[in-house]
Each structure stands twice: as structure tokens, then as C-alpha cells.
């Protein structure tokens, strides 16, 4: 690999940072990905990417594995459980690493901070209204990160998706709890109102979503909205993926009650009850500024669909699990 051309660096190797290194990767970029391993996923890493191990908690380890970059890609999160204690330690010093390596920062980030907007799509400058706890990280974080910009410290960006679903995606509403269940002939999850509008992202989509925006210089100092297939309903996308796997469309809906007593076991479903609100109200997003900038690229929910019901036949077929 050409040693000339530019080099981007992805924090993190889940399915976001991962999707977002395919992107740099499909664009002709060089790509460090850095986790705290340092090891990848062979079948979704691009490749010639480079892995780095590092502690993203401490700035100059970020320093180091940002040298000589020009953006860094912000993906690495810790625990959902953990949120309020971690995400904002790991961002701040994310930032100072990025500041001090010359590098711009961009964000990809969730829509909790906008809380509940009484049916009305999501925008870029929609008020800032969070519900608990999380939300109130989130929207504490990403005002941090737009004050250093206009601080001049460091440059960023956000970029912004919802509830996502696709290849490599685990741990999420849209993951292992659903699709394995499609394609054994189970019941495939919802959770609150199945019937309401619920804008869903593509992983691919988000990833160079936040591609596009880290190689753009006037899209800095703003926010995002990464694109989305046309909203529908939790029931629509869940009985297309049933059609394309060929088999009888089972839904079961997830409500407080069920969560709360999952929540007895998982923690992790006890943590989604205080946003359930986004599963009882429509959760449109309006990713229309994002369009006219950088077109229009969103996956049809059909053919994302196809290509995850694809992998985790091929995943969970070979017995992986990770």
C-alpha cells in the first residue's frame, strides 16, 4: 500500500468503525484501525487495513495512533451499562489525542439527545430535549465536542444514526436476537409499538456517511444526519426480512413489562426501558441536509436485508458468535 496517500484512522472495530473503514477503503484511503487488541475481523475488515492496539482512554496513546493522520473516526464506546461514567472520559480524551496530532474528529453518534419530539421528524437543529441518563450524556458530549471546535482546540464533526442493522452488527435491536430467529422460522422482535414509523439505518450507509463528511472540510463544525430508506413500521421491516428468508412472518412485541423483567437478568434490556419512549412515539429522522450535500446513498431496506440475512446465515452456520 502506496505510503502517499492520505491516511484515515477508524477508533474502534465494531460493526460502525468497521463499515466506516470499508468506506475509506472503497475511496482510495489509507486505514489504521485502532482498538485495544489490535486484531480485526478478518471477513469484515477491509483489506489492507492496518490494526493498532491502544488505550483510546489515554490521549497520548490516541496522539500516537493518530500520527500523521488527517481525520480521526470516533466508533469505540464502552459498555452500554456505562455510558454516563465512561463515554464522556474516552471522548474527551479521544479529542485531546486528535488535537494534539493535528487531526480532525469525526463523531458517530446516536439521536438520544433530541428526547422526545412529539411525532415530528428529526433535524439537525431540532431542540435538545434528552430523557434519561444516556441521552443526557450524549448531548452533553456532543456539546463539548462543537465547543472545542469553536474553540478552535480541535476540528469536528457529528455524525448521527439511528437504531442500525447489517453485516457484523451484534448486540443491537436489529442483531443477533432477530435475524437468527427469521432465519430459524422464530419469531422475529419489536419493541413497544410495532405499527409506528421507526426511521432504521444501514451499517454500510452510516459508515460512509461519516466517510464522507471526514473528507469533506466545509461539512466541520456541524451535525449530520446519516441517510435512511424511506420510514416504516418495526412490522414492515420485520416481515420483509421474513419474506426474503422464505419464511412465515412471526412477530413478538417487546413492552415495558417484558423489559422490565428481562431487565431482572440482562442488564442491558433493563437499561433500553428509559428509552422505550422512541419505540411508543414515531422516531423519524429527516436526513435531508445530508441528501443535498452529499446525496442520496441509503440502502433499500430489501436489498440491506438481503445482505444481512446473507451474513449471519454464513456467521451462525460456521459457529461464530463474536
Known sequence: MSETRELH??????????????????????????????TLDPVLAP????????????????????????ALYQCAQPSYTRWPQEFPPL???????????????ILGDNLYMYG?????????????????KKGVTRAQMAEA??????????????????????????????????????????????VGNPDLPH???????????????????????????????????????????????????KVAVMGRFMLMLGGLFIPAAREVIETLYQFTDPFVVDDSKYTRRFGHHATAYRDGLRATLDWYAKHFAAGAHA
Open 116 to 132: 422526545r419530539t412529539q411525532g415530528q421528524p428529526m433535524r439537525e437543529d431540532s431542540p435538545i430535549n434528552p430523557v434519561g
Open 47 to 70: 483489506a489492507g487495513a492496518q490494526p493498532h492496539a491502544a488505550d483510546l482512554y489515554d490521549p497520548a496513546a490516541v496522539a500516537h495512533a493518530a500520527a500523521g493522520a488527517v
Open 145 to 190: 465536542a462543537l465547543t472545542a471546535h469553536k474553540a478552535g482546540s480541535v476540528r469536528v464533526a457529528i455524525v448521527r444514526g439511528s437504531d442500525f442493522y447489517g453485516r457484523g452488527v451484534m448486540g443491537s435491536l436489529f442483531g443477533e436476537r432477530t435475524f437468527p430467529a427469521i432465519l430459524a422460522g422464530k419469531a422475529g422482535e419489536a
Open 199 to 249: 426511521s432504521i439505518t444501514y451499517i454500510d450507509d452510516f459508515g460512509r456517511a461519516l466517510a464522507n463528511v471526514g473528507t469533506a472540510d466545509d461539512a466541520l463544525g456541524q451535525v449530520w444526519h446519516a441517510p435512511n430508506a424511506p420510514t416504516g413500521t418495526q412490522r414492515q421491516f420485520l416481515h420483509e426480512a421474513f419474506e426474503l428468508a422464505g419464511k412465515p412472518a
Open 9 to 38: 484512522v477508524v477508533l474502534g472495530a465494531g460493526p460502525l468503525g468497521l463499515a466506516t473503514a470499508r468506506a475509506l477503503t472503497e475511496m482510495g484511503k489509507r486505514v489504521r484501525i485502532v482498538n485495544r487488541r489490535g
Open 91 to 105: 471522548q474527551a480524551a479521544i479529542l485531546e489525542g486528535a488535537a494534539r496530532a493535528g487531526a480532525k474528529v
